[in-house]
């Protein structure tokens, strides 16, 4: 039958048509009285039967030909009760619909004969309702029990279930069978509290999330369909707040306590405790349960302070840092999650600093205080000791706890000088002084134990003149004092040893040499390249001059002083190149330049007693 005109310019006004309530829905539900049938006639007598015998047979077939044409054309048998088809079921149903629980779905409604008279589709919004309550029509009531979210059903309603006799205006007719196409979307109770699911936790988790604490977390949040409505994946960048102090919605406010950095969960919240009957834009229809699928990367307190982890202390520890300290180490930063943001390793190169003096994040500064060197621990700085809320652009972002694995290579004082610890022999004579030619060996390594150098792996001595510059200063001061057989531990900081810069070992880099003195050969006093033994020749000019024409030229005074040498009646300083110590020394005596020396340029060192004038 055609649906008349004025039915469908009515469906744009129609109310939901199984939302009636329950005055009316009473009453349209109601069955139709049957009739009162009429009263049977009694048979004839069975002696009359042979007369009418032709008529019997003739009936009978008429009736037979009547049974049959009623039966291949016989109305539908109509419903006696709500007929559910499940034409799609969903693999996972956590919950079905119970009466008294509240429902959103979507649905299509439609006359057995495919004619739409409603649809919630039309009207781009689900129908949401309480079941059981006598908020539907009675067959709807019925039809939505025991379903999942996202299973679909195809349900027939009778007449009896739906609007009875009467029909519902100029849209549905009386006596109507309606067809609804059924999508539920979601469901939930009034006694429905937040549920919590716990997927991957990690395995060890020292601190859980409480009150007032401050967290970052991404998620992707949906409704209970599984309709993704926001996600801070997509914005690349973590949702951070502060967890039940009302910033966040009731129902994630509860969700997130109790969790572990790392741990992942699934929190799921009635609209009670998300956005409620008014929802949240386009994005969350009123009365929408909310899923939140959470992964917690950070957490910490506005209180917190910088907390240490010793992982590994050497044993002795002679000393530990203090303010105003230079420390090497080394470290790998990460964030809680253990992602990485930074490492020393990474570059090769120990990152070197003042402790305790504001060159580095306040943490950092608290964290490196006290330690031995060699220590390994785990240093977790709260971002208001570190970067703050801005972060350092893509590495460190903001509000980020910061976690560093730091290894002590070596530290130092700006006031600090040479550590000297000495094992003498039983006999100990003369001691290494200025100007001694001194050989040793030695052992070179790093605070940390790194070794650097070693004479024994060349099999020679090192041998230097001492306070000529040819070691560096704190080895120099070293060496001042022992005796031949002494062995010496040295500690040398880097300003008395290679510096900021480094050279033969990295900047800033503290030295530990352990020394034996070898040998040792008295230097000559300061300012002298040559002494003599004994009596100096009063004829030396003569003497030097071999050739008589009272002027001394190089090779006469280099022979000269090299037989003087031979014949143990002088000594040049030690340590040093012969030929070079007396090209100076003839280069002093010749003062006008010309390449030879005169009587009158040739004289002593006045100032010096006999036995020890230089030429």
């Known amino acids: 039958l055609a649906v008349p005109q004025q039915a469908v310019e009515a469906q744009a006004h129609l109310q939901v048509l199984h939302r009636l309530r329950p005055p009316l829905a009473a009453v349209l539900v109601q069955h139709p009285t049957p009739p009162t049938p009429r009263s049977a006639r009694p048979l004839p007598r069975r002696s009359s039967a042979a007369k009418m015998g032709p008529l019997l047979f003739s009936g009978t077939l008429l009736l037979a030909l009547l049974v049959h044409f009623v039966a291949c054309n016989a109305p539908p048998v109509p419903l006696d009760d709500v007929v559910v088809e499940r034409t799609f079921v969903p693999e996972r149903c956590e919950r079905t619909v119970r009466s008294g629980d509240f429902v959103r779905y979507h649905y299509n409604g439609r006359f057995p004969d495919g004619t739409s008279f409603d649809s919630s589709y039309d009207r781009g919004s689900t129908y949401n309702v309480f079941v059981g309550r006598a908020q539907l029509i009675a067959g709807m009531d019925k039809a939505l029990l025991g379903m999942c979210v996202n299973e679909r059903r195809l349900v027939k309603i009778p007449p009896a279930l739906a609007y009875g006799k009467d029909g519902y205006g ?53 409704l209970l369909d599984g309709t993704l409505f926001d996600s801070s994946h997509t914005r690349m960048r973590t949702y951070d707040t502060y967890v039940g102090i009302g910033w966040l919605i009731a129902g994630m406010d509860q969700g997130l306590l109790g969790m572990c950095v790392g741990e992942r969960r699934i929190i799921t919240m009635p609209p009670s405790l998300g956005y409620g009957e008014n929802g949240d834009g386009s994005d969350i229809p009123p009365q929408a349960s909310l899923v939140f699928d959470v992964e917690l990367l950070d957490l910490h307190n506005p209180k917190d302070d910088v907390t240490v982890e010793l992982t590994s202390v050497p044993d002795p520890c002679p000393r530990r840092s203090v303010v105003g300290d230079f420390m090497r180490y080394h470290y790998n930063g990460t964030l809680l999650d253990g992602t990485p943001f930074d490492s020393s390793y990474s570059r090769n190169h120990t990152y070197d600093t003042y402790v305790g003096k504001g060159y580095v994040i306040a943490g950092m500064d608290k964290g490196l205080l006290g330690v031995c060197i060699g220590e390994k621990r785990k240093i977790t700085i709260p971002p208001h000791l570190a970067y703050g809320e801005e972060g350092t652009g893509t590495k460190i972002p903001g509000s980020a706890v910061l976690v560093f694995d730091v290894h002590v290579i070596d530290f ?75 062995r010496r531990h040295l500690v040398i900081p880097p300003h008395l040893a290679y510096g900021e810069r480094g050279g033969e070992v990295p900047g800033s880099a503290v030295l530990v040499l352990d ?49 003087q040498v031979t014949d143990g009646r002088g000594r040049l300083a030690p340590g040093f190149d012969p030929d070079r110590i007396i090209e100076n020394m003839f280069t002093n005596q010749d003062r006008n330049g010309d390449g030879h020396i005169t009587e009158a340029e040739f004289r002593l060192k006045a100032d010096e007693a006999a036995t020890h004038d230089e030429l």
């Not at 000495?422 to 100007?435: D, F, H, W």
């Not at 002298?528 to 030396?540: A, E, H, K, R, T």
């Open 170 to 222: 100029d849209i549905i007719p009386p006596d109507a069978v309606l067809h609804f196409d059924v999508l539920l979307l979601d469901i939930w109770n009034s006694v429905d509290t937040v549920q919590v699911h716990t997927y991957q936790r990690p395995e060890q988790c020292g601190r859980r999330v409480e009150v007032s604490d401050y967290v970052r977390y991404h998620y992707n949040g949906t």
């Open 515 to 563: 020394v034996e003195m070898i040998d040792m050969e008295e230097g000559l006093p300061e300012g002298y390249m040559f002494v003599w033994n004994g009596d100096i020749s009063p004829n030396l000019f003569t003497e030097m001059d071999k050739n008589n024409d009272e002027q001394i030229d190089p090779s006469e005074f280099s022979d000269y002083i090299l037989r």
């Open 412 to 486: 130092h004082n700006p006031a600090d000088t040479v550590d000297i610890s000495s094992v003498k022999p039983e006999t100990c004579g003369l001691t290494a002084k200025r100007g001694d030619f001194v050989k040793y060996h030695y052992n070179a390594s790093l605070l940390d134990g790194t070794h650097i150098d070693s004479t024994y792996h060349y099999g020679k001595t090192y041998n230097v003149v001492l306070g000529m510059g040819q070691v560096v200063i704190g080895m120099e001061q070293g060496l001042m004092g022992m005796c031949v057989g002494e």
